[in-house]
């Protein structure tokens, strides 16, 4: 008989740990990249709402490399320009919290990733370069997580909520 591996808490398990209330958004939010809309007090007791988008862990290298979306598949503008004030990237020990508009002015100003440069041909390839699927009309770049930590206003949440 085979040992279970014990399930990991979600974006969701470790707010609503941390106090916060945790609800779905309104259909539109959903289609504006709104996963969840999180409230909570601030330091004068008011309570406070945010929207939130996810991004899961997808392969053995997503706790290093991170995509960002510049434009979607539909060829229109990508996540990182649509409605959420964070973008919660998903690592196997914790999440990293990213103010949205913060990451939009990272990648507009760093050098690092290759605007200037054709796509490349592989999504290997496309470490600060832009990437587009076949038959499909998104940009796409990945960059690296130290990339993210040194964003402004950057947060690490533990999963560990025992």
């Not at 053995?60 to 979607?72: G, I, Q, T, V």
């Amino acid at each position: 008989m085979g040992t279970s591996q014990p399930t990991q808490p979600t974006f969701a398990d470790v707010a609503k740990h941390r106090k916060y209330r945790i609800r779905r958004p309104s259909p539109e939010q959903k289609r504006r990249h709104v996963d969840f809309v999180m409230s909570g007090l601030t330091p004068s007791k008011r309570t406070q709402s945010v929207t939130l988008d996810i991004k899961y862990r997808h392969g053995k290298n997503s706790d290093k490399w991170h995509w960002l979306e510049f434009k979607n598949p539909q060829s229109e503008a990508g996540w990182l320009y649509q409605e959420s004030d964070f973008i919660v990237f998903e690592r196997r020990k914790d999440f990293i919290i990213v103010n949205r508009k913060n990451i939009v002015n990272w990648a507009n100003m760093t050098s690092k990733i290759r605007h200037d440069l054709p796509y490349v041909k592989d999504n290997w390839a496309a470490k600060y370069r832009l990437y587009r699927r076949p038959r499909k009309n998104e940009t796409i770049t990945q960059i690296q997580t130290d990339d993210l930590l040194d964003i402004e206003g950057t947060h690490i949440w533990s999963k560990n909520i025992s």
